[in-house]
């Protein structure tokens, strides 16, 4: 069962916006991170936040996390066409794995 | 700098044949796990190693065997391929807590006719 969900599924924007995607989750957590997956490769870590931060940057990506509202978001700034892939957030962590949402395919147009 | 190595990349397998997937870390990871990824239904936990010398179920273990061979390697047997096991399986790699990320490999696609 998928403890975070991705809002919206999918996104298309044009080059040089800026692209939010959205997560949501069930349970109390420790920590939530970000995954890219280009079309046919594995996932690619971007970030983790832990449940103590409220708002955390790398690069252009800017990540917040409200526990109250079990709520993540995930901003990527001045979009570019390397940027067209799918975004995951996950959950959990431990050793017994973590729990990936079903994710958004994000589509930059030229 | 090779991170989590897959193998195969493809495989097609009619039903009922058996087959391993191959997986290996050079990261001194002792945390391992293999999930598969369908469509519109995200990755899903199948098996899990804490260190080597054990394992534990996922979420959708039903049809499949693994072996924690070493602290590098772990795999993941189909004994007896079903359509339903047509999916693209992943393999990861963490250090102890996990909150470094996950490492995965770059996927085996697997088709079972």
């Not at chain 1, 979009?79 to 067209?84: K, P, Q």
């Not at chain 2, 050079?26 to 002792?30: C, G, P």
């Given at each position: 069962s998928q403890q975070g969900e991705e809002d919206p599924q999918a996104l298309s924007i044009q080059e040089g916006e800026n692209a939010t995607m959205n997560c949501s989750y069930k349970t109390s957590i420790n920590n939530l991170q970000w995954y890219r997956q280009n079309s046919g490769r594995g996932l690619v870590h971007l970030i983790l936040i832990r449940s103590n931060e409220r708002e955390k940057h790398s690069g252009r990506l800017r990540v917040t996390l409200d526990t109250s509202k079990k709520s993540s978001s995930l901003l990527i700034t001045a979009?570019?066409?390397?940027?067209?892939a799918s975004y995951f957030c996950a959950t959990g962590g431990g050793a017994d794995g973590l729990t990936f949402g079903k994710g958004t395919h994000l589509i930059i147009q030229p | 700098n090779a991170g989590v190595t897959q193998t195969p990349k493809f495989q097609v397998l009619k039903t009922g044949q058996s087959m391993t997937l191959q997986c290996a870390q050079?990261?001194?990871?002792?945390s391992m796990y293999w999930y598969r990824q369908d469509p519109g239904m995200g990755l899903r936990l199948i098996y899990y190693s804490a260190s080597e010398g054990t394992t534990d179920k996922g979420e959708v273990p039903n049809g499949y065997n693994v072996s924690r061979?070493?602290?590098r390697e772990f795999s993941l047997r189909l004994e007896s391929a079903a359509p339903s096991q047509t999916s693209v399986y992943f393999c990861a790699s963490t250090e102890r807590g996990g909150e470094s990320g996950y490492t995965f490999g770059s996927g085996t696609r697997l088709t079972v006719v």
């Open positions: 979009s570019r066409a390397a940027d067209t | 050079d990261m001194n990871h002792n061979l070493n602290k």
